[in-house]
């Protein structure tokens, strides 16, 4: 486990630390890990600046797609929060 948490930082460009690892030779767990924790920090409010909407998160996502993250990973979360958003959709209001 303390593996994938270091690794995490790695860069799909290689270009990260602590290993400068690159593409696949990044643990998918890491590269995973990495994806999800962006998308988190950007969407939770932070005591330094508030949180970013979703729309602006995906767009430093798909930018980042490549270089800083695996471009696969990125779209498998895309396809996860587009089958959240159609539950949440079906679920019938109170109001």
Known sequence: MQ???QA???WYNG???PKNLKAESIPLGARIMAVAHAYDAMTCPRPYRPRLSYEEAVQILKKGAGPQWDPMVVDALFKVLEGEAKVLEAIPSDG
């Open 15 to 17: 270009k990260g630390y």
């Open 8 to 10: 995490h930082h790695e």
């Open 3 to 5: 593996g994938l948490r």
